[in-house]
């Protein structure tokens, strides 16, 4: 079997820690995260973070094209030539920073789009972020993230878990956890599990708000600082505090309360509010 301890080896590699490098050990992992993931056969699937090609392989047997969008320069060689030995033809590395990368340019018009990745831990947030904002033209995402990034996400109001990632994704995407990994499938081994994530962007949402802009502005106000009660997070946003006032009286809702305590419908409620209020924040 080739391992990435081998293949480094091979080619005098050593991984470097500001790239967030922990590599899959067992070809089984990543054919059984493309296996229960569901990516339809002949899809076009963007892969962040590449490594030495283990989810790389797998994805290119299920799809149609993959582009491999890798920072780490000094992999691209190995990459390449890894690919090239099990006649991998379909795949396309590009040597980019995926935070600087136009996802949309990628994106295919036709075939269904999927983006998949075990994604640098550092940055994971803004690349889910990042996928967001391209959410109508992609099917799913399949991301390996930091077990407590996934609890985060999947987090339910009250908990200290749950935060502004936890409100936008329940809002705009179906969630399940795939899979559970120890860090004894990776090398070099990381210091905690990591989880498997499908998220499922909603075609039709049930309930929209008025204005998805002014939704996510209040979302991350409401959040910015923790500590803080909505009376004072969201008064950064909106200085007329007898508005601000009757607004949360109107909804039933307490300017005393914390980010925390709100669950996606009270959001929503306030968001089409501000928006029917025709209200701003700043
Ligand atoms: N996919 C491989 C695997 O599962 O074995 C490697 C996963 S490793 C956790 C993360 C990968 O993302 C590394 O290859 C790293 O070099 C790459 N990476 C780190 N930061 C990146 C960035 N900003 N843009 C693109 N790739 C990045």
Known sequence: MT??????????????KEFGQNFLVDPSTPEMIIRKSEIEKGSN?????????????????????????????????ILEK??????????????????KTDLETLLSTEKKNYLIGNLPYNISSQIIFQALEQSH?????????????????????????????SVVLRY?????????LKPSLFYPRPKVDSSVIVIEFKKENKIKVLDEKTFHNIVKLSFGQRRKTLRNSLGKGLKDKDLLEAIFKSLDLSLSARGEDLDLEDYIRLSDKFSENNIKLD
């Open 172 to 180: 705009h995407a179906d969630l399940k956890i795939i899979a559970s």
């Open 3 to 16: 391992t990435p301890s081998k293949i480094m080896k091979e080619y005098g590699y050593f991984p470097k």
């Open 137 to 165: 033209k992609i099917e799913k995402c399949v991301f390996m993230l930091q077990k407590e990034l996934a609890q985060r996400i999947a987090a339910s109001k009250g908990t200290k878990d749950y935060g502004r990632i």
């Open 82 to 99: 890894e690919l090239e030995k099990e006649l991998c033809s379909n795949v396309k590395i590009i040597n980019q920073d995926i935070l």
């Open 45 to 77: 699937i963007i892969e962040i973070g590449p490594g030495l090609g283990a989810l790389t392989k797998a994805a290119s047997r299920q799809g149609d094209f993959v582009f491999g969008i890798e920072k780490d320069k000094r992999l691209i060689p």
